[in-house]
């Protein structure tokens, strides 16, 4: 680990942290719900006040990313990015990396694997940039959205800012349910700090997880011989009712059934051109607090809200038009969380969870900076699904991209051979 400079030159909307830099450790957090595992600012020594200013530069940058924004105008130019003194935010775009350079071994320990963003980038051309069967060149644009950090390891592969719409979870009502009638707080817990608990408790991430996998090949069987929309969701409606699937009740302008229009690729005449059966179904996922709503309590946003973000029931979709990406608040002084960490899965074949591979990264590329360098992780499911007291709900995300992009490989071997 990187060792901590004593200011963090953090100016600028151009900052995303995320939270996986280490495995959870077995302290709990002080407030925390209680798992075992700590918060990010304990395993990285920062303060309350770092945290705060990086959450508040964090909702900023991820103004990049809504909905109403023109395609195409997600990033700023990287020559611009280019130009700014790195001193004013610490963050930098990395080098460009020789087509023909070979990536070197992860450091892998246990279930995840480690590397710098350099050779990231030399995995990434010989394994993920290939289109149209081209090995290709990650480009200035690209390596300028990587350096973002884990939302950047989502970013440069799925192409669009990740939106977070077709969102899937699993919660166990029964499991819920019971778990509130026949237990009580713990000695010094609030009934808020009780319910978020067993909330938390009550959802399976593996559950989640396989639900999204479930409907993104339905999906992709619906795409394969679709040449139009009206085709494409014709299909999609017929596979879902023939499986008795709830979804195939969704309205028919629901998230799910206008996904495809509205990913900028399917429309780009280098991407989908408005061809369905030339795109694919993917998957990543996000981690991030309930208690984001600023009418609700203050327990519920420092306990988590046992309401927000529960996936339907029937469907497994959740709405995540309530996401902020507003960190937890602190229950005590001194605690500090981060808002949000993403993970990229892409189209992975296997179907052991302990051997497909998570990609994703702890902080911003910051070599000069106070946070440091990036470095990149190639983790096991067990791994990144356990997450820190900072979260207490992970949803796994639908999107597209052409097939002719290799960004989603089959297989994924962790650390490279």
Same mark, same amino acid.
């Given at each position: ?207 989640? &997880?396989?639900?999204? *996998?479930?409907?993104?090949? /339905?999906?992709?069987? #619906?795409?394969? @011989?679709?040449?139009?929309?009206? +085709? ?76 927000? &973000?529960?996936?339907? *029931?029937?469907?497994?979709? /959740?709405?995540?038009? #309530?996401?902020? @990406?507003?960190?937890?608040?602190? +229950? ?86």
């Amino acid at each position: 680990m990187y060792k901590r400079s004593g200011i963090m030159a953090l100016t600028t909307a151009g900052i995303v942290l995320c939270t996986s830099g280490l495995a959870p450790s077995v302290s709990a957090a002080a407030g925390g719900t209680g798992d075992g595992k700590s918060s990010y600012a304990e395993s990285n020594g920062l303060t309350a006040d770092d945290i705060g200013l990086i959450n508040t530069l964090n909702e900023k940058a991820l103004e990049l990313g809504r909905p109403d924004k023109p395609v195409g105008d997600a990033l700023p130019r990287a020559t611009e990015s280019l130009r700014a003194p790195a001193a004013a935010d610490g963050r930098v775009t990395p080098p460009a990396e020789p087509l023909d350079r070979m990536p070197d071994a992860y450091r892998a320990r246990g279930d995840r694997a480690t590397t710098g963003i350099s050779n990231y980038i030399r995995k990434w051309q010989q394994s993920y940039s290939h289109r149209d069967g081209h090995i290709r060149q990650m480009t200035e644009q690209q390596r300028e959205q990587l350096s973002y950090g884990c939302v950047g390891v989502t970013w440069v592969n799925s192409g669009p800012y990740p939106t977070n719409k077709l969102a899937f979870a699993s919660f166990d009502e029964e499991n819920h349910r019971d778990a509130l009638a026949t237990t009580s707080p713990r000695p010094g817990e609030t009934r808020a700090e009780f319910e978020g608990r067993i909330a938390k408790q009550s959802f399976d991430e593996a559950k989640g &997880f396989n639900r999204a *996998r479930e409907v993104a090949s /339905v999906m992709n069987k #619906a795409l394969e @011989n679709a040449h139009d929309e009206s +085709a494409y969701l014709t299909g999609l409606k017929a596979e879902l009712t023939k499986n008795n699937d709830a979804l195939a009740g969704e309205d028919s302008r629901s998230n799910f059934y206008s996904a495809l229009r509205n990913t900028p690729s399917f429309r780009d005449r280098n991407g989908g051109n408005h061809d369905p059966s030339k795109m694919k179904a993917v998957i990543y996922s996000k981690h991030f607090w309930s208690g984001q709503d600023p009418r609700s309590s203050s327990e519920k946003r420092k306990y988590g809200d046992p309401e927000a &973000f529960r996936p339907d *029931r029937n469907t497994g979709l /959740v709405d995540m038009s #309530a996401d902020r @990406n507003t960190s937890r608040s602190p +229950a005590k002084p001194g605690e500090s969380y981060v808002n949000f960490d993403y993970g990229w899965f892409g189209d992975q074949k296997e179907t052991n969870p302990d051997n497909i591979i998570w990609t994703h990264a702890n902080h911003y590329h910051s070599p000069e900076g106070g946070m440091g360098p990036m470095q990149v992780y190639e983790s096991k499911f067990r791994s990144w699904s356990s997450g820190y007291t900072d979260f207490d709900r992970g949803t796994y995300v639908i999107t597209f991209i052409p097939k002719s992009w290799n960004t989603a490989p089959a297989k994924v071997k962790q650390g490279w051979p």
